[in-house]
Each structure stands twice: as C-alpha cells, then as structure tokens.
C-alpha cells in the first residue's frame, strides 16, 4: 500500500524519483495554475478585444454569459474556480485567426477551453472568413 501511494505521487510528480524534485515540480504547476486563472471577468472580455484589434481582426459580436461555479473541484486560497462561455463573431483571414488563437491562453492568463468553431467565407470582404467562436475561460473568484 506504501508502495502504491508512493507510485502515485511520482506519477502525480512527473515520474520524479526524488521527492524534493518532485515538490518542486509539482507546487510550479501549481503556482502556474494559480496565475492563469486570476483574471477579473471584465479585463478578460477587454482582452479578447483589445488582441482582435490588435491583430486587425473585425470583431463583429462578443456575447459573454453569465459567470457559473465550474465544475472542476479546485480551491486556490479559497477562491473557487469560475468558468464563462463566450460566443463571439469574427472577420479575418485563417492565418490571422489561427495565430489569435495560439496567443490567446497566453494573454488571458487563464485557461481557455474552444468549444465550437465554424467558418465560411465572407459575403462581405473577399479573402476573410467569417468565424463564429465559442469558449470557455476559468478563472478564479
């Protein structure tokens, strides 16, 4: 049973034999954790934004719902996880929307879960698509 226990915390730990090593990796992807999901609501839908403009992405709709307690059971200094789904409408070409999304976890600093993404091409502007997005963030309150 010892061995069982001690098996699982290496598995937990990355394969570490070392028990200090293992600690250390494991309270990292913790503290990383902890970073990502400590955004307001407000500055993640500002983001979402700001990044679209930045990147001359036309952001025709953003339509966040209503922060719910999620259903990842974590606590971080008794905060509890929160997650939002967000719809959203976009013009852009593909490669400009595929490099949206590589950078978007790395802006929010939360985690960001795509639910839903389609694309045809835009009526309005030739060569750009338009794309409908659904994600979801999690975050702490």
């Known amino acids: 049973a010892v061995q069982a226990e001690i098996d699982k915390i290496e598995k937990i730990s990355g394969g570490e034999k070392n028990l200090d090593e293992a600690y250390k990796k494991l309270y990292s992807r913790y503290a990383d ?72 976890p790395e802006k929010l600093c939360s985690l960001v879960k795509i639910n839903k993404i389609s694309m045809a091409d835009s009526i309005e502007k030739e060569g750009s698509v338009d794309i409908w997005l659904n994600i979801t963030l999690y975050m702490l309150k």
């Open 33 to 104: 954790l902890e970073e990502r999901l400590t955004k307001e609501t407000g500055s993640v839908l500002s983001i979402l934004s700001i990044e679209a403009d930045r990147m001359n992405i036309e952001v025709l709709m953003i339509k966040p719902e209503k922060a719910k307690p999620s259903k990842i059971p974590i606590k971080v200094k008794d905060k509890s996880v929160i997650e939002m789904s967000i719809a959203m409408n976009l013009r852009c070409d593909y490669i400009t929307f595929g490099e949206y999304l590589r950078v978007l």
